[in-house]
């Protein structure tokens, strides 16, 4: 999607897709990673996420990275708190505790700054691009996750034809597709949550599953 369209989202407060508590399948399925305290944990197009406060408390380093500078800021203010600011070449760093916010491009980050990330969480990120950017976010910013990076993927499923995206349906099938040249995949659970999901019942969505899936990058 284009920039503008998120920016905009965002400005008329459209952002039917924030969850006012951490992700469910996250909490559940999360510990089952074994992913020790003080790891740094990756969320890509966070919005406002409770789950990156999730994670700090859990006593993880959460890297996030954010388009819409509302969001960031709505973030913080939210959780009660003040970030320190910094610029760098990937855009405007908010920093508090164990949370780094970057309002910036998440296609911008590389690296030097990906390569100290040990997990990934993605809720909101895949399922919001369309296919063709899917496969570009999948094969170029995953790519830039360090070898022993681990972490979930929440994805949804639907008729593609009842609705327009964001959030698109992404398979299961495609999520192997897109993911396996690089990463070990599990599918750890499938939850039918249409009678949840009111919106969706209104637009004429006939089925919904949410799949969360277990991620583990490959060695070179």
Known sequence: MHP??????WADNQIGFHQDTPTPLMLKHWPSLGIAPGARVFVPLAGKTLDMA??????YRVLGVELSRIAVEA???????????SESKYG?????????LICGDAFGLDEALLGTCDAVFDRA????LPADLRRRYVHE???????HCRGLLV?????????DGPPFSVVESEVYDLYSRDWSVATLERR?????????????????DTVVFALQRKRA
């Open 4 to 9: 503008d369209f998120w920016h905009q989202r």
């Open 92 to 100: 405007t760093h908010f920093v508090a505790g164990n949370i780094e």
């Open 141 to 147: 910013l995953y790519a830039r996750l360090p070898a």
């Open 75 to 85: 973030f913080f203010d939210e959780n009660g708190v003040t970030p320190a600011r």
């Open 192 to 208: 039918d949550i249409l009678s949840t999901q009111q919106r969706f019942i209104d637009e004429g969505v006939t089925a919904l």
């Open 155 to 163: 994805s949804l499923e639907y008729p593609q034809h009842e609705k």
């Open 125 to 128: 990120a895949l399922i919001a």
């Open 54 to 59: 999730w994670f700090a408390a859990q006593g």
